[in-house]
Each structure stands twice: as C-alpha cells, then as structure tokens.
C-alpha cells in the first residue's frame, strides 16, 4: 500500500508500507502519513 503526495515545497513524496495480510499495513501507513506531514500543512 502507497500514498504519493506534492508537499508545501511542491517536491513529490511516497510513503510505503508493506507486510503480511494479517499485519495493520493500512493502520501503519496512516500513521507515517501523519507524522511525515508538518502539522501546519495539507499534504493530500
């Protein structure tokens, strides 16, 4: 599972996250996105 975003300095970024089916990859992935992106910015 991926999520690719432009952050606030217009560079383009990707966060993967990987593993068995069993594991929380979706869970895990939401919490890289959040602590990648600076609280006072959008990187949707």
Known sequence: MDH???AQDTML???VS???E?????SRLTTAR???????TSCE
């Open 13 to 15: 970024y990707g966060i």
């Open 4 to 6: 690719r975003f432009e």
């Open 34 to 40: 959040a602590s990648f992106c600076p609280a006072d």
């Open 18 to 20: 990987a593993g068995p």
């Open 22 to 26: 069993v594991t929380e990859v979706e």
